[in-house]
């Protein structure tokens, strides 16, 4: 069956029904220009998506040498074809005006044009300047979630063994360095347990502090079609904001912002009560049980309920939907990762399923999400502060078998304290002892928490700034060298989603003028800094995409993301293989732990634990004695009070997050015409109740304040739990005449102006959801709406108060197959070799 839709007012589509145990039926969904049919299509070119984490595997159309469309790729296992709304349509930013297509260097205050040997020639200089006077402690790398895997993997070898730097760490910090370090913690290793094919079987799916309908809405999709049919599972929706999950939830809790913890503990407590523990497997398959059940044995639902404003009967109700389960799957984002005592609490969802011995098997297992496209590459490469192959810093047999690899000596991998921080390399920058930072595709000075202070840091006469970026971002205005970067579609590579599956992203296009992809970038760095090895051979050995994953593969050999058994030609044509992949295992791992922990044990583990409360790190010895034969851990915690909660100044609290239709600080999505259109300009939403105490109304122009900044936006009534306000980050100042920042002393757009310096003392991931703030009106609306998209959790709480979100001419075709797809191999002519 075809038909067009309107993906902007209609973003998941129609309905393909199927029942449980069943395959997915497959959709393709196809998105063109305006005058292109695909007859007029010269080449598909195989890629992924880029906007998050979900993979969802595609096909680039080219004509005249530029894209002109995308297809879903309906033999991928990931997507069966369907394609979210930034899929769609957010391949139109690759050709915004505004690329940058030439190096850019600071020259009497302005950044001027220059050609690519200045800009690297100054970049190289400055290295060597600092290397002779200060040592590689001065030098600093930030980076994104966003790279290809080749492109970490070089950064991080030229990072740690050529400049000998502790400083490197990826944007991933503000996303999803909880999810690794919750992983870490239970299983001693960082990998996803589960897979997106849970979805097809399991009876029950909880999701805690996770919209997966605007952060991964193909797979809401896979669980809308579930819903629609036969044996349909019952979801469990933590979340303070209405969401499309919470709305179709069978139990919804909203807790108090800072008290998830809490309320893990009290469903902890209620499902080992009613005796649903399996402790059968808790005995052959884990320790730390008994320090589990005499820590939760006092949060009893009505302690919960005194802290989480959650009823006492709902808890109960939702511990008895997930203690009842037959096979359980659990998703964790970032309403958990941002949040107070963020690890500590998503180690609770781990021990959930645990204690119910609900791992390993179709239907039964858990997914720490990522947020971004390739998080989980930043993180196994090594790039985000930890070893890469996930190696143990703080084992010395670990440290040497990567000097091995790299062929160096141990000592030249930086390795005697834990890696540096995002957070703490900008207050070593603020300090002024790292005197150069390189900023590869993100942007702090809107993505990280204080704005004020990152703008001042960022501008500080003695830190040396580069950014490597595609467009003039508000980073980018305060940098001393700005590098054009080519992105998807310009360039290959290989990256990972968020369930383990590798996907390649062939190139399709040019890059505009003389744009170079990140690993061009990063090569010739390490070429002109000369890093060798200890023979005296280059360090960095290879000299393209592909010769990158055949070095990266080497690096992953024998460890839990082991990729030797992947090849560029393995990927090509054909779906996405989830790693490990290895010869005994040549078609991928569908799911972890199916035979037990052996990544927990002592000798292999990727880190050692540390005190949920505190953040320590546990010595060797004590993991050695906990936990001898390698099983995984259960780790119990006691819930703490926030550090800032709403008083009588601040009334309320404060959370951040994303929409359906933008992505991160907007650079791409912004410049999607379609995208922006659904959610043009920054909004606050506040709960009916508190509209009416406050007498404020939909559209009201309101200033939300904090101790650290303020920010203004149009108001959205919503059903959004009381006491509660709630703004996008993604919109910051590229597209205003306010530059990198609001005027001194005015208030801001940029969400995080509000928000607090303050971290998980285990993840070190930034706190965004935890803030008390006040609220005023500035002017009335008038009748204006807010600019908030109605499709979304953003949905007014009246109906028709607010103009229905339309895409207009945002159609996209959908193909819906009873089974198998237009082409059993490749979901209908491929031609991505060409590409």
Known sequence: M????????????????????????????????????????????????????????????????AMVGVRGRVVDRVNRGRLGPKDAFAWRANGAPDRLRRPLVRRGGELVETDWGTAMDLVVARSRTLLDAHGPGSIGFYTSGQLFLEEYYTLAVLARAGLGTPHLDGNTRLCTSTAAEALKQSFGSDGQPGSFDDFDHADVVALFGHNLAESQPVQWMRLLDRLAGTDPPRLVCVDPRPTPVARRAAVHLAPRIGTNLALLNALLHEIVRAGHVDRSFVERHTVGYDELERAVAPCTPEWAAARCDVPA????????????????MSTVLQGVYQSHQATAAAVQVDNLHLIRGMIGRP??????????????????????????????????????????VWNVETSAIPHHAPPTHALQMFRYAEQGSLRML?????????????????????????????????????????????????????KTGTFTNADRTVHLSEQAVEP????????????????????????????????????????????????PCDYTGLSYARLRGGSG????CTEAAPDGTPRLYADGFTWAHPDLCESYGKDLVTGAPEPAAAYRELNPSGKAVIRAAEYLPPHEDAGA??????????????????????????????????????????AAEQGLEEGDLVEVGTPRGSLQGRLRVTDIR???????????????????????????????????????????????????????LVERGGGRPSPAPTTTASAPARPGSAPATRGGRAALVEESYDAGGPDEDTGGPHEAEAG
Not at 455 to 470: K, S, T, Y
Request: include cysteine; proline fraction near 7%; charged fraction near 25%.
């Open 2 to 65: 075809r038909s067009s839709v309107d993906r902007i007012a209609q973003p998941w589509g129609s309905r393909t029904p199927y029942g449980r145990d069943r395959p997915w039926p497959a959709r393709r969904d196809v998105c063109l220009a305006d005058g292109v049919g695909e007859a007029d299509v010269e080449r598909w070119v195989q890629t992924a998506s880029l906007l998050h984490s979900d993979g969802d595997a595609m096909d680039v159309a080219v004509k005249d040498g």
């Open 313 to 328: 009967a709902l808890i109960r109700e939702a511990a008895e939907v997930l203690g009842t389960a037959d096979r359980l």
């Open 363 to 404: 239907g039964a297992g858990v997914l720490q999400m990522n947020g971004q496209p390739t998080a989980q590459n930043t993180r196994e490469c090594g790039a985000d502060g930890d070893l890469p192959g996930f190696r143990n810093w703080a084992n010395e047999e670990h440290v040497a078998d990567l000097a091995r």
């Open 438 to 490: 390189w900023i590869s595709g993100t942007n702090p000075a809107v993505s990280l928490p204080e704005l004020s202070r990152v703008r001042e840091i960022l501008a500080r006469d003695g830190l040396f700034v580069v950014v490597q970026d595609l467009f003039p971002t508000e980073t980018a205005g305060l940098a001393d060298v700005v590098l054009p970067a080519a992105t998807w579609g310009e």
């Open 512 to 559: 505009p003028g003389e744009a170079r992809p990140d690993l061009d970038i990063f090569l010739d760095y390490a070429r002109r800094m000369d890093f060798r090895d200890k023979d005296g051979g280059p360090l960095v050995a290879w000299h393209d995409p592909e010769s990158a994953f055949e070095a990266w593969k080497r690096c992953s050999a024998g460890r």
């Open 577 to 580: 293989v989830q790693w490990p």
């Open 649 to 690: 100044d601040l009334p309320f609290q404060l959370t951040t997050g994303r929409t359906l239709y933008h992505f991160h600080t907007r650079t791409k999505t912004g410049r999607t015409p379609q995208l922006n259109a659904a959610a043009p300009e920054v909004w606050v939403e506040i709960s009916v109740a508190d």
């Open 722 to 776: 009381r006491g509660l306000l709630f703004v996008p980050f993604h919109y910051g100042y590229w597209d205003t005449s306010g530059g990198s920042g609001p005027a001194d002393g005015a208030s801001g757009r940029a969400a995080n102006e509000t928000t607090v310096t303050d971290w998980d003392p285990v993840s070190k991931q930034p706190l965004f959801k935890t803030a008390a703030a006040r609220l005023r």
